[in-house]
């Protein structure tokens, strides 16, 4: 038994559910979990009892441009996304992805948070309002939410809103505590804009650093996306374009994160392809590597997995006897 940890990657997060079938055949199984972006999608999948392979399955079985959804008065070229962007704040609305969510979650019956075990899945997403990350859906209280009522769905889409490719989520203050928070006077700020989690944690691990179970502390795994993009000189001609290349950049290079060797010891390293974290048109060919990349990943990473310690055996050099 042991906690995971996935992280963020846009579309490559198919390689996670690979990685994910070699801890099955592996017999481990998974005690809490967390993700930021995609990896809030495959955490909360498998907190819901969503198999590797029928997670493989969905995600092969869903075309994932028909997530960049705007309105057709938006499609007019060059004025109609500069215009969504300026009232929006997203070239596309994350509806289209918060309603594939909902309808994988319902259908093992979970719907809000209280429909899970608690504490069973950690979601990571950013506030940009107030500068914090957000550990969701514990941190929901501090807004006058009540954690256990919030949907899934709708914290898996904050988690995943990329920066100006999709729309942010507001979170609205309530009158009560915007009140509480000046000393009586109505506070300025009546909504926090949530977005995508990689801004402030990609790569979580820190989550699970105090969980113990019947005295023992538990084995954290992280599963890591690494690897460069195929380098694909990005054409800048205006603020738009400039945008999309900036953040597009600004996820990519969490993939080359350099990682304590602590952390290197109990975590699944899983090469990318070259395939870019907005890559929504990607082929089925390549979804299939990339699953079949993580399952390979996984393979090697639990041949050497001590279960005792939770790490990866690390190889003992023979002692050397000098000549007399």
Known sequence: MVNAVFEGGGVKGISLAGAVRA??????????VAGTSSGSIVAALIATGYTANEMKMVIE???????????????????????????????????????????????????????????????????????KLLVLPNDLASYGIDPSRFPVARAIRMSTSI????????????????????????????????VDGGLLSNFPLWLFEKEVVMG??????????VGRTEHKPNRIVGPITMF???FETML?????????????LRTIKIPTLGVGTTEFDLSPEKSEKLYEAGLEAGKKFFRSWDRRSGKLRTEIKPKIVPET
């Open 23 to 32: 801890a099955e055949l592996a017999g481990v199984s998974f005690h809490r």
């Open 61 to 131: 079985s869903t075309p994932f441009r028909t997530f960049m959804q705007r309105s057709p008065v938006f499609n007019a070229k060059f004025i109609g996304p500069a215009v969504r962007l300026l009232i929006r704040k997203g070239l596309y609305a994350g509806d289209a992805l918060e309603r594939w969510i909902q309808g994988l979650l319902a259908a093992k019956g979970v719907r809000v948070f209280g429909d899970l075990p608690p504490d069973k899945v950690r979601i990571i997403a950013s506030d940009i309002t107030n500068g």
């Open 163 to 194: 920066p100006y490719f999709f729309d942010p989520v507001m979170l609205r203050h309530p009158w009560k505590l915007r009140k509480k928070r000046t000393g009586g006077e109505p506070a300025k700020i009546k909504s926090s804009y949530i």
């Open 216 to 225: 023992s502390p538990i084995p954290v795994i992280g599963f890591q996306m």
């Open 244 to 246: 999309q290349a900036m």
């Open 252 to 264: 990519g290079a969490h993939d080359e994160r350099y990682i304590e060797e602590h952390n290197r």
